[in-house]
Nanobody, 124 residues
């Protein structure tokens, strides 16, 4: 089992930027696909971005394409989400998740391990 800890959330004005980090410990991080999801009471937990084990393939939700970038540093066992041009609609709790098959799926059910979440609030 892998343990995931997110950090970097906070309060930011619309148009601003934040960088989320997710540090992994336990099993071999470099074999995992990783993803970010976000959750609100109204919409539930939704896919944001994913990256495969090598970092060679990424995927994004349409709502964040061109604004968010997912990346990983396998030497540091960390995955990042750079969020630019933030909007109030981006307000949510953001979770990172690990896919043991390494694919970096967009499907929530593919992920076996989850972090505790970090709150991102974007004010207008």
């Amino acid at each position: 089992q892998v343990q995931l800890v997110e950090s970097g959330g906070g309060l930011v004005q619309a148009g601003g930027s934040l960088r989320l980090s997710c540090a992994a410990s336990g099993r071999s991080f470099s074999l995992f696909g990783m993803a970010w999801f976000r959750q609100t009471p109204e919409k539930g937990r939704k896919f944001v971005a994913a990256i495969n084990w090598r970092g060679s393939n990424t995927a994004y939700a349409d709502s964040v394409k061109g604004r968010f970038t997912i990346s990983r540093d396998n030497a540091k066992s960390t995955v990042y989400l750079q969020m630019n041009s933030l909007k109030p609609a981006d307000t949510a709790v953001y979770y990172c998740a690990a896919d043991y098959y390494g694919v970096g799926s967009t499907n929530l059910t593919a992920y076996e391990s989850w972090g505790q979440g970090t709150q991102v609030t974007v004010s207008s």
